[in-house]
């Protein structure tokens, strides 16, 4: 699927570009409607079986409890039909595997990590996302972008300090402007960050600042500063990123759809982040690391500099230690380069 989207945070534009992505109205037809009966059936069996609390707002989550429910309502019941519901409102494939939709132990484990909260039993929200396409949509952006994912400014602090003085040491010789991507860009907060130091740096009108993902729902966050599942977050988004895109001195932004293993689809940058991706739970075998780090460094120019860092925790420094990643920094062709937070490299 070939996407790609200026940023925009006018409303009528923003739903005129969702249809891109969404099909708006009901969805909920006689085969449905049998399928979410079928479903209410088996949970009526399971809460009337079922020898503890029923799930709420606030419960304490036990093994006994996910052991049981997931015995009697085996997750896969739930997530088969919201995944018919939600596939059959998207014009390309949702990435569901990555969702809370697969990575949860139980349905009450699901239901925990859902936000906003829906109810112990699945069929009212699955009749509510079904009838009615903006509750759809949320509910979707909600699956794909939870609160915990990677989104923030100042994620990487340290980084951003020492970029910072280094763009104003490279500003001389960028008198045309630099080229910049943020591949596996997420939600697109370091995106504008990066093209907030390029301002600042005097090298804004003139360059050029790209975000890439893999994910159409991540996408169209960024590009649109659209949380319709978070308006907060929204709104604080949108006060942070407004300026610079009011502003006569910021770069030429665009966020495209791309995979960093893949060929590259545009010319070649002077500088590519890539934060919070490589060495983690999402790309972290080495014949992955091995594809990602070559298809970065095949988006640079030469004498172009790769940035990488991250706030991995539960173990993965220890499974990808910072060692490896440097090795694999030099199997793609790139040389090392010390840098306070993450790791470097510079192509020759």
Not at 39 to 66: C, D, I, T
Not at 135 to 149: D, E, G, K
Not at 324 to 348: D, F, N, S, Y
Request: aromatic share 8%.
């Amino acid at each position: 699927m070939q996407l790609s989207f200026i940023p925009s945070t006018d409303e009528r534009e923003i739903k005129l570009r969702l249809e891109r992505l969404l099909v708006p109205g009901s969805l909920l037809d006689a085969r449905l409607e049998r399928r979410i009966q079928r479903l209410g059936a088996e949970f009526a069996s399971y809460a009337a079986g079922y020898p503890l609390p029923l799930w709420a707002p606030g419960l304490a989550v036990n093994n006994e409890m996910r052991g049981v429910t997931e015995a009697l309502f085996p997750l896969a019941r739930p997530r088969a039909v919201f995944e018919l519901v939600l596939r059959r409102g998207c014009r390309f494939s949702p990435l569901l595997s990555a969702s809370y939709l697969h990575s949860s132990a139980s349905w009450i484990d699901l239901l925990q990590k859902l936000t906003p909260r829906i109810s112990a039993d699945p069929v009212p929200a699955l009749r509510l996302i079904a009838e009615d396409g903006d509750t759809r949509a949320a509910f979707l952006f909600a699956l794909m972008l939870p609160q915990h994912f990677g989104g923030g400014f100042d994620r990487y602090p340290e980084q951003y300090r020492w970029l910072a003085r280094w763009l104003g040491e490279q500003a001389g010789q960028f008198s045309t402007g630099m080229r910049v991507l943020d591949a596996a860009c997420g939600s697109g907060e370091g995106t504008y960050q990066a093209a907030q130091l390029l301002a600042q740096a005097g090298l804004g009108a003139q360059s050029t600042v790209h975000g890439s993902t893999l994910e159409p729902i991540e996408l169209f966050a960024a590009a649109h500063l659209h949380f319709p599942h978070d308006l907060e977050r929204e709104r604080e988004y949108r006060a942070q990123v407004q300026p610079l895109l009011d502003g006569n001195c910021a770069p030429t932004l665009e966020f495209y759809l791309d995979r960093v293993d893949a060929a590259p689809q545009r010319e070649p940058y002077h500088l590519v982040l890539c934060n919070g991706l490589l060495g983690g739970p999402l790309l972290h075998e080495p014949t992955q690391l091995a594809e990602a780090f070559a298809g970065l460094a095949a988006r640079l120019a030469p004498g172009g500099l790769l940035l990488a860092a991250d706030r991995f925790h539960a173990g993965w420094r220890l499974r990808v230690p910072r060692e490896a990643l440097i090795a694999c920094l030099r199997t793609a062709g790139l040389t090392p380069t010390q840098v306070p937070e993450g790791i470097a490299g510079i192509k020759h």
